[in-house]
């Protein structure tokens, strides 16, 4: 069974600095992955999806990786901003599955 | 292109009442989907149709939810009777194909906040 873990569950950084969050997933048999956006009491907001035969994407400040063969992702946010504070979930694209969610790592970006 | 339509954005219930949630998927979408996202966790999945049949049901309370999506494009999904641990952020989500194909990507609805009193 195909287990989504995110790494860490809060962050908290000053204005300006870069960060990584974490996601590892427990079966490589995966399509794809995609990291969202969530703010509180909100919908989901894609950020970026990898297929399974990327190794990383690009939109803006954001960067992520995928390594299938560790079970590995990572979101790369450069010069953090106050506005990036929310909760960021990794999820994976598994044949005969929906979505399998990691719980979100809470991002908080002090001015 | 309009995204995903949920209604209502917020229900307060008492417990033991029923509730019903609506979802319009992006048009054209022949997947979609109903998630449950208890608060601290990430979402997980209630049910999946495709068209208007359904293909994963199994983690459904089917004692008390259910969901329908009439001609392949509306669903609504109801909880009859509520219970405390409902409360929960219902989420919708269609896609273009079914789960495990490729450009099966998943968009979301800005979901249904529920509290069970």
């Known amino acids: 069974k195909q287990e989504v873990t995110q790494i860490p569950a809060a962050l908290s950084v000053p204005e300006g600095e870069n960060l990584v969050l974490n996601c590892s997933f427990t079966?490589?048999?995966?399509?794809?992955l995609q990291w969202f956006r969530q703010d509180p009491g909100k919908g989901l907001t894609s950020l970026l999806l990898i297929q399974s035969s990327q190794r990383e994407q690009t939109s803006g400040r954001l960067n992520a990786s995928l390594d299938k063969s560790s079970g590995r992702s990572t979101l790369y946010i450069a010069a953090s901003q106050p506005g990036d504070s929310a909760t960021y979930l990794c999820a994976v694209y598994q044949a005969g599955t929906a979505l399998i969610f990691g719980k979100g790592t809470t991002l908080s970006v002090s001015s | 292109e309009a995204g995903v339509a949920q209604s209502p954005r917020y229900k307060i219930i008492e417990k033991r009442q029923s509730v019903a949630f609506w979802c319009n998927p992006i048009?054209?979408?022949?997947?979609l989907y109903w998630y449950q996202q208890i608060l601290g966790q990430g979402p997980k999945l209630l049910i999946q149709f495709q068209n208007n049949g359904v293909v994963d049901d199994s983690q459904l309370p089917k004692d008390r939810f259910s969901a329908e999506r009439l001609k392949g494009v509306d669903s609504t999904l109801k909880i009859q009777p509520a219970k405390l641990e409902d409360s929960a952020v219902y989420l919708c989500a269609s896609s273009l194909r079914p789960t495990g194909e490729v450009n099966n990507e998943q968009f979301f609805g800005p979901g249904t906040r529920l509290t069970v009193l």
């Open positions: 048009s054209g979408h022949a997947t």
């Open positions: 079966d490589s048999a995966i399509y794809n």
